[in-house]
C-alpha cells in the first residue's frame, strides 16, 4: 500500500504538475486558436509561428537588458499589432472570396513559411537558452517543485480566468460573440465589425505569443519550434471542439496530462504520435469535438 | 394494386422535438401524393426520412415491396427513388449539360466508367432528351449558377429525372415561384405523372395547387398524421379546417 | 438562388470544362500549354546534353521528379477539392521502398518500380481510410499529422538509417544499357515517366470516373443523390495519388543515390503544395510547370542564400492574394481567347 502512496507522490504527483505547467500555456495557445476560429472562421495554419516569435521576442527584449517581467508584458502588446497588421493586410484580402476557407488555409499556411524562416534569417538556426526569471524550488508534499514551473502555473491560470471572463462577462465580450454569431445584424447595429475582427485576431496572436514566453525557459527556442508545436494545439483544438473555449480549456488540460504521465512509460518519440492518434480518433467518432462552437460555453 | 411506397410508424426525434412521430401512410403507383400541412408539422423531416438524407428512430420504409428503411442515398436511388430539391442543390459551377450528364451517368450502371465521355451513348441520348423536354436546349452550355431562377428549377427536376426513376421525390417544387411558373410546374408534373406513369410524393405549402393536382393527400400537424384521403375528402375534414385555421382550402 | 459570380478561384473554370466537353480536332489552349512544356524540357535535354552539362540535367531531372508528387497533390486539391498537406509521406515511403529494393534486392529499375507501387497502394489505402472521412481542415491536419507522425518514426528507426538515411543506393537498370547513372538517359526516362502520368491523369479528368471527382469538388452532396457514393470515389482518388506520389519518390534514391527522412518532411508536402498553387490548381500542367520554375528558383535563390524559403513563402503569399488561380489558372484562357480570335480571323477571310 505504501509503495502506491510512494509512486503516486514522488512520481505521478510531479509528473501531473509538469503537465499542469505546459498545460497553462498549450490551453493559452489553443484558446487563442479556438477563438480566431470561432470569430473569424479562419484556420490560423501561422498560429505556432506567432507562439515561436513571442518567444524568440521574449529573447531579443531581455537581450537588450529589460527584465524578464516587463518582457512578459510587452511581448503580447507587440503580438497584438503584429496580429492586427496581419489580419487587415493579408486575412482581409482573401476573405470575402467564395473559396474563403481554402484560401486562407492557404495563405496563413504561406505567412508560416515565411516567418519560419525570418525567424532563422534573424536569429540563426541554433537553438537559444533563457534563462528563467524565478530559480530556485519550493517544497510541497515532501518534493521539490520549480518556482517558476509554480509560477507559470498560477500566471497561465489567472490569465485563462482572464480570457474566460472578458469573453462571457463583459461587454466587449458579448460584442465579439454577437459578431461572431451574426455578422450582418452585428454590423447594422453599430458594431465596427471589421475592428472587431482585426481585434480578435490580435487577440489569438497575443496569447499564442505568451504562451511562447512562458515556455521559452522550459523548452529552448529554436525555428521549428512553431511547427513542432502547431500539431498539439490544433490537436487539443479539434478535441476540444473548434470555437469552443471550455473545449479548449479541457481538452488542453487532458492531453498534456496524457502526455506526461504517458512519458513514464514510452518514449518520448511516440508522445506526438499518441497524441495525433487520439486527434484521429476523436475526429473519426465525434468530429465536432467535445463541445460545440464559440458563445455555448 | 400494391402501393409502391409504404411508410409505417416512422418517427425521428431532434434532442427533446419530436419532429415526425408514428407516421403511416401509402402512396399508390402512378398517382400524385401530396404531403401538406401548416408550418412545423414535419413536413421536411418527413420528407428527409424519406429520401435517405435522415434515419428514423423507428419505423419502415418500403418500396416497391423492400425494405430500404435508413438506406443511403445513393442505394435508394438504385431501387428507383430520387428526389428534388427546395433550394436548388445543382452543380453550379459547372455548364447545364454536365450537370445533365451526371445525373444520367446513372443509366450506364457502371460500364464504361474508365471511357471516354463519348463512349457513354445511353447517358448522351437521355441528356439530349432531358434538354429537349426541359426546354433548356439554348441554355446547354451555360454554367447552372447563371440560370433565371425559374430554369434552375427546371434543371433541379430534370437532374432528378435523369435516372429514370419510379418514383420522384418533389420538395416544395413551387417555392418562391411566379403565378405564371407555378402554373408551368403543375402542368410538368401532371404530365410526368399522366403521359410517364412516374409515381410522385410531393411535400407542398401551396394548397390549392395540391388539391387540383394530386390523387391523394396526407395531411401532417406537429409531427403526427392528421388526415388523409382524396383532396375532396381532406378539403371537408372539419379537422383540417381547424388545423388551417385561416387558409382557405 | 446562387451565382458562381467569382466562380471557383481555384480549381478549373467551368469554361474550361465546357470547351472540353465539346471537343474539337482543333487543339485547345491546355493542350498546347503541354506541348509547350514537354517540348521546352526536351529542347532543355537537348542543350544541356551538347554542352555537357550533368548538374542542371540533375536539377530538372529533380524538378520532374517533384512534379510527380506535385501531380498527386493536384489530383487531390485540384480536382477532388481536399487539401494535403502530408503528401510528402508517401512520396518518401516510396523513396525508401525503391532504395531498399535496389539496394538489396536486385538493381531492376521495373522491380523498384513495382515494388514501390504495390506499397504506395497499400499505404495509401491504410491512410486513406484514416483521412478520407474528414473534409476541408481536418483532412488537411489528418494528412499533416500522419507525416508528422511517420518522419519522426523513421527518423527514429535504426534498421531504416535513423537521421542519415540510406546511402549507396546503386543506380538502377532500366533497358538496353541505360541506367539512371547517366544525366541525359535518366532525364528523357522520367520526362517520360512524368509525361506519361500526365497523359493518364489528363485522360481520366474527360471519363465518368474523373467528371465524378469533379462534381464531389463542385457539391459533394448531390453527388450520392445522383446514385453514387462519394467516399468510393474519394478513396480511390486518395489512393491513386499515394501511388502517383510514391513512384515518383521511387525515382529520387536513382538519381541521388541516397534517401534520407527529410524527404517525408513538411518542407517536401508544403514546396508541393506551393508548385501546385503557384502553377494553377487543377489544370494538371500548371504544377509541372510550377514545380519547374520553383525548383530552378530554389536552386538560384539558394545559391546566393541559404535563405530561399522566404522568398519562395513571399512569392507563395503574394500569388494567393493576387493570382490564385496561378499561372497556368490565367494563362489557358488568356491563350484560348488568342487562338479563338485567330481562328476567327482565318475563318473570315
Known amino acids: 500500500m505504501s509503495n502506491a502512496m510512494e509512486w503516486l507522490q514522488f512520481v505521478l504527483a510531479p509528473q501531473m504538475i509538469n503537465g499542469l505547467s505546459i498545460g497553462v500555456a498549450v490551453v493559452l495557445m489553443a484558446l487563442g486558436l479556438t477563438i480566431i476560429f470561432g470569430l473569424l472562421d479562419v484556420i490560423n495554419m501561422a498560429h505556432g509561428e506567432f507562439y515561436a516569435i513571442g518567444a524568440y521576442l521574449a529573447v531579443a527584449l531581455l537581450a537588450t537588458g529589460m527584465s524578464f517581467w516587463w518582457a512578459l508584458v510587452l511581448t503580447p502588446l507587440l503580438m497584438a499589432v503584429l496580429g492586427f497588421v496581419t489580419e487587415r493586410g493579408l486575412i482581409q484580402r482573401v476573405f470575402h472570396s467564395k473559396d474563403r476557407h481554402t484560401l486562407t488555409l492557404l495563405l496563413t499556411f504561406g505567412v508560416a513559411v515565411v516567418l519560419e524562416d525570418a525567424l532563422k534569417i534573424a536569429f540563426g538556426a541554433n537553438p537559444l537558452r533563457l534563462e528563467a526569471p524565478i530559480s530556485g524550488a519550493t517544497e510541497m508534499l515532501g518534493l521539490f517543485f520549480p518556482n517558476y514551473r509554480l509560477f507559470v502555473m498560477l500566471f497561465g491560470g489567472a490569465l485563462i480566468a482572464g480570457v474566460w471572463l472578458l469573453v462571457f462577462r463583459t461587454s466587449l465580450g458579448a460584442i465579439v460573440r454577437a459578431a461572431a454569431y451574426d455578422r450582418n445584424m452585428s454590423a447594422s447595429l453599430g458594431v465596427p465589425v471589421q475592428l472587431v475582427y482585426a481585434g480578435t485576431f490580435a487577440f489569438g496572436v497575443a496569447l499564442a505569443g505568451i504562451a511562447g514566453v512562458l515556455l521559452a525557459p522550459i523548452y529552448s527556442v529554436f525555428p521549428t519550434m512553431g511547427k513542432d508545436f502547431v500539431l498539439i494545439a490544433f490537436s487539443v483544438v479539434i478535441i476540444g471542439g473548434m470555437g469552443s473555449i471550455k473545449g479548449a480549456l479541457l481538452a488542453g488540460l487532458l492531453l498534456t496530462q496524457v502526455q506526461s504521465i504517458s512519458s513514464l512509460y514510452i518514449s518520448p518519440v511516440w508522445s506526438d504520435p499518441l497524441l495525433f492518434g487520439i486527434m484521429v480518433l476523436v475526429l473519426m467518432w465525434r468530429p465536432q469535438g467535445l463541445f460545440g462552437k464559440l458563445g455555448s460555453a | ?249 | 438562388m446562387s451565382t458562381p459570380a467569382s466562380s471557383s478561384t481555384i480549381g478549373p473554370r467551368g469554361g474550361a470544362l465546357a470547351t472540353a466537353s465539346s471537343e474539337r480536332p482543333r487543339r485547345s489552349a491546355a493542350t498546347w500549354l503541354a506541348i509547350l512544356f514537354f517540348a521546352g524540357a526536351l529542347l532543355f535535354g537537348g542543350i544541356a546534353l551538347a554542352l555537357g552539362d550533368v548538374f542542371y540535367l540533375r536539377l530538372a531531372t529533380e524538378a520532374l521528379i517533384f512534379g510527380g508528387l506535385a501531380l498527386s497533390v493536384d489530383l487531390l486539391l485540384g480536382r477532388v477539392g481536399l487539401l494535403p498537406l502530408g503528401q510528402a509521406l508517401f512520396f518518401g515511403l516510396g523513396a525508401y521502398v525503391s532504395a531498399l529494393v535496389l539496394k538489396n534486392w536486385s538493381d531492376s529499375f521495373w522491380l523498384a518500380l513495382g515494388v514501390t507501387l504495390a506499397f504506395s497502394a497499400v499505404a495509401g489505402l491504410i491512410g486513406g481510410l484514416i483521412a478520407i472521412r474528414a473534409k476541408g481542415v481536418y483532412f488537411a491536419l489528418i494528412s499533416f499529422g500522419l507525416a508528422q507522425v511517420l518522419s519522426k518514426v523513421v527518423y527514429n528507426t535504426r534498421e531504416l538509417g535513423a537521421s542519415d538515411g540510406i546511402i549507396g543506393v546503386p543506380s538502377a537498370n532500366i533497358m538496353w544499357g541505360v541506367n539512371s547513372a547517366t544525366p541525359s538517359g535518366f532525364f528523357l526516362v522520367v520526362l517520360a515517366f512524368i509525361g506519361a502520368l500526365y497523359l493518364v491523369l489528363r485522360y481520366l479528368m474527360d471519363t465518368p470516373v474523373g467528371r465524378q471527382l469533379d462534381a464531389i469538388r463542385t457539391n459533394e452532396h448531390r453527388v450520392s443523390f445522383l446514385g453514387e457514393d462519394p467516399w468510393r470515389y474519394k478513396l480511390g482518388a486518395f489512393v491513386a495519388a499515394a501511388c502517383i506520389a510514391g513512384c515518383s519518390g521511387a525515382l529520387y534514391p536513382m538519381l541521388r543515390g541516397f534517401v534520407s527522412p527529410e524527404l517525408m518532411f513538411f518542407q517536401v508536402s508544403g514546396n508541393a503544395v506551393i508548385n501546385v498553387i503557384v502553377g494553377g490548381t487543377g489544370t494538371l500542367i500548371g504544377p509541372l510547370y510550377g514545380s519547374a520554375i520553383l525548383t530552378g528558383l530554389r536552386s538560384v535563390v539558394g545559391s546566393f542564400t541559404t535563405h530561399h524559403h522566404i522568398v519562395i513563402g513571399v512569392l507563395f503569399v503574394l500569388v494567393v492574394i493576387l493570382m490564385p488561380r496561378g499561372l497556368i489558372g490565367y494563362a489557358t484562357p488568356a491563350l484560348q481567347r488568342w487562338l479563338d480570335a485567330r481562328r476567327n480571323q482565318k475563318e473570315n477571310r
Open chain 2, 1 to 249: 394494386m400494391n402501393p409502391i411506397l409504404s411508410v409505417k410508424g416512422i418517427s425521428v426525434q431532434f434532442g427533446a422535438l419530436k419532429a415526425v412521430q408514428d407516421v403511416s401512410f401509402e402512396a399508390q403507383p402512378g398517382k400524385i401524393t401530396a404531403v401538406i400541412g401548416p408550418n412545423g408539422a414535419g413536413k421536411s423531416s418527413l420528407f428527409n426520412l424519406i429520401s435517405g438524407a435522415i434515419r428514423p428512430s423507428s419505423g419502415s420504409v418500403r418500396f416497391d415491396g423492400e425494405d430500404v428503411t435508413g438506406r443511403a442515398p445513393h442505394q435508394l436511388l438504385r431501387y428507383g427513388l430520387s428526389r428534388s430539391f427546395q433550394i436548388t442543390n445543382l452543380f453550379f459551377e459547372l455548364p447545364v449539360r454536365e450537370n445533365l450528364r451526371l445525373a444520367a451517368q446513372f443509366l450506364e450502371q457502371g460500364r464504361g466508367l474508365f471511357r471516354p465521355l463519348a463512349r457513354s451513348q445511353t447517358a448522351a441520348a437521355r441528356v439530349d432528351e432531358l434538354l429537349g423536354q426541359f426546354d433548356l436546349r439554348n441554355k446547354a452550355d451555360e454554367l447552372a449558377g447563371y440560370l433565371s431562377h425559374g430554369e434552375q428549377r427546371r434543371l433541379e427536376i430534370a437532374v432528378s429525372l435523369a435516372s429514370r426513376p419510379r418514383m420522384l421525390l418533389l420538395d416544395e417544387p413551387t417555392q418562391g415561384m411566379s403565378h405564371g411558373d407555378t402554373r408551368e410546374t403543375e402542368s410538368l408534373i401532371r404530365g410526368l405523372s399522366h403521359n410517364h406513369g412516374l409515381s410522385i410524393l410531393l411535400v407542398e405549402h401551396d394548397v390549392d395547387l395540391v388539391m387540383q393536382l394530386s390523387d391523394f393527400v396526407v395531411v401532417m400537424h406537429q409531427g403526427q398524421k392528421l388526415a388523409e384521403g382524396t383532396p375532396a375528402q381532406v378539403r371537408a375534414n372539419p379537422a383540417v379546417q381547424a388545423a388551417y385555421f385561416g387558409e382557405k382550402l
